[in-house]
């Protein structure tokens, strides 16, 4: 008799040896010499430029941007390495599923970029800011992009350089580029590729996104002082939720008139005009920062609460905190694992919330 558990392990090893037939082809990992360097300086800079790479004639993944030529992958950004492997030892895909792109593209998705409101809008997007150069206000770049992304994004995309034209590819679709621009990370300090320094882009940057987009999103922006107080909440998120979410809500609402507010459940333009008018802001680490980009640099306070010291070495919030003119503090608790929910002491977090509060109403008499 042959039982379902036969089926599946012969259904399994078919599976394996079709992979086997189709994964010979081998590729390394390397340094691709690129055709030409351009220095760009900008405000993270400091002493060196970042430098945004040409290539001539490769071959390019666009859901990592990572390109390949000469059987050699280049790797500058982040990566899925497992997929990126088991991709490129496909011989299908790497000979077969590529298309040609004439004159000059470039890719700025990364691995989490696709559904991840913090490496879109940290990561991702403001590699664009390179495009500004004077070097490509003259040409036609073909901005290839894998997710297809909401018109909104489509304009902002294009509001950085107007001769952008966005062309979406499936994801295991390969481009064969002519000229392929690799856009460095702007969140990023050109010399050090730190996981713990994102969030930390000029501040001309934030200036230029803010009224760029809150154009396009019609957000209402208005030029008065903040005023708001809010706890973000994490309860719409899979892991580093606080099990104590309602009795965090209760007390801060009580005590501190605190609201609290789940980013998630919010649109684009509803988080941008909360935040616009937001000084006092509690969260846990997570994408709900990434609003960040829409305060005012007024001044204001932000505490971040850490669920465990696996994530704590994380400093991109309070880099963008400070450059904001925030005043800045954070809680680590004892989670085990990066991602395990955990309870919050609320007599630590008030006394945290009192000497932040006392020092802005400080800082407030001493600026009157």
């Given at each position: 008799?042959?039982?379902?558990?036969?089926?599946?392990n012969?259904?399994?090893?078919?599976?394996?040896?079709?992979?086997?037939l189709?994964?010979?082809?081998?590729?390394?990992?390397?340094e691709?010499?690129?055709?030409?360097?351009i220095?760009?300086?900008?405000?993270n800079?400091?002493?060196?430029?970042s430098?945004?790479?040409?290539?001539?004639?490769?071959?390019?993944?666009?859901?990592?941007?990572?390109?390949?030529k000469?059987n050699?992958?280049?790797i500058h950004?982040?990566?899925?390495?497992?997929?990126?492997?088991e991709?490129?030892?496909?011989?299908?895909?790497r000979?077969?599923?590529?298309?040609?792109?004439?004159?000059?593209?470039?890719?700025i998705?990364?691995?989490f970029?696709?559904?991840?409101?913090?490496?879109l809008?940290?990561e991702?997007?403001?590699?664009?800011w390179?495009?500004?150069?004077?070097?490509?206000?003259?040409?036609?770049?073909?901005?290839?992009?894998?997710?297809?992304?909401?018109?909104?994004?489509?304009?902002?995309f294009k509001?950085?350089?107007?001769?952008?034209?966005i062309k979406y590819?499936?994801?295991?679709?390969?481009?064969?580029?002519?000229?392929?621009?690799?856009?460095?990370?702007?969140?990023k300090?050109?010399?050090?590729?730190?996981?713990?320094?994102?969030?930390?882009?000029?501040?001309?940057?934030?200036?230029?996104f803010?009224?760029?987009?809150?154009?396009?999103?019609?957000?209402e922006?208005?030029?008065?002082?903040?005023?708001?107080?809010?706890?973000?909440?994490?309860?719409d998120?899979?892991?580093?939720?606080f099990?104590?979410?309602e009795?965090?809500s209760?007390?801060?609402?009580?005590?501190?008139?605190?609201?609290?507010?789940?980013?998630?459940k919010?649109?684009?333009?509803?988080?941008?005009?909360?935040?616009?008018?937001?000084?006092?802001?509690?969260?846990?680490?997570?994408a709900g920062?990434?609003?960040?980009?829409?305060?005012?640099?007024?001044g204001?306070a932000?505490?971040?609460?850490?669920?465990?010291?696996?994530?704590s070495?994380?400093?991109?919030?309070?880099?963008?905190?400070?450059?904001?003119?925030?005043?800045?503090?954070?809680?680590?608790?004892?989670?085990?694992?990066?991602?395990?929910?955990?309870?919050?002491?609320?007599?630590l977090?008030?006394?945290?919330?009192?000497v932040?509060?006392?020092?802005?109403?400080?800082?407030?008499?001493?600026?009157?």
């Amino acid at each position: 008799m042959v039982t379902l558990k036969k089926i599946l392990n012969n259904k399994n090893k078919i599976v394996a040896n079709l992979m086997n037939l189709v994964t010979l082809y081998k590729t390394t990992t390397g340094e691709i010499m690129p055709d030409e360097i351009i220095e760009d300086f900008h405000e993270n800079s400091r002493s060196n430029p970042s430098k945004i790479r040409i290539y001539n004639n490769v071959k390019v993944w666009h859901q990592y941007s990572v390109i390949e030529k000469y059987n050699i992958l280049s790797i500058h950004s982040f990566v899925n390495s497992w997929d990126l492997r088991e991709h490129v030892k496909n011989k299908l895909f790497r000979n077969y599923l590529c298309i040609d792109i004439k004159g000059y593209a470039c890719s700025i998705d990364t691995p989490f970029s696709k559904n991840n409101y913090y490496h879109l809008f940290i990561e991702s997007i403001p590699r664009l800011w390179f495009l500004r150069n004077s070097f490509f206000l003259d040409k036609i770049i073909t901005l290839l992009l894998p997710y297809k992304r909401n018109e909104k994004l489509e304009l902002l995309f294009k509001a950085f350089n107007k001769n952008i034209e966005i062309k979406y590819l499936p994801e295991f679709i390969r481009a064969k580029c002519e000229y392929y621009i690799e856009l460095p990370f702007l969140s990023k300090s050109p010399d050090d590729f730190d996981l713990n320094s994102g969030a930390y882009f000029p501040e001309s940057y934030r200036v230029w996104f803010k009224n760029h987009f809150g154009s396009i999103l019609r957000a209402e922006l208005p030029k008065i002082k903040p005023f708001r107080k809010i706890y973000i909440s994490r309860q719409d998120a899979s892991v580093r939720k606080f099990t104590n979410d309602e009795e965090i809500s209760d007390v801060l609402l009580r005590r501190y008139d605190i609201e609290t507010v789940i980013p998630g459940k919010l649109s684009l333009n509803e988080q941008a005009e909360l935040f616009h008018n937001s000084y006092f802001i509690i969260s846990p680490h997570g994408a709900g920062l990434t609003n960040l980009i829409w305060c005012q640099n007024k001044g204001g306070a932000l505490l971040e609460i850490f669920s465990s010291k696996l994530v704590s070495s994380y400093r991109g919030f309070e880099l963008h905190a400070k450059r904001l003119n925030f005043f800045y503090d954070s809680i680590t608790l004892n989670g085990s694992t990066r991602n395990e929910n955990v309870v919050v002491n609320t007599d630590l977090l008030c006394e945290k919330i009192d000497v932040m509060l006392d020092k802005l109403d400080q800082n407030s008499q001493l600026n009157q």
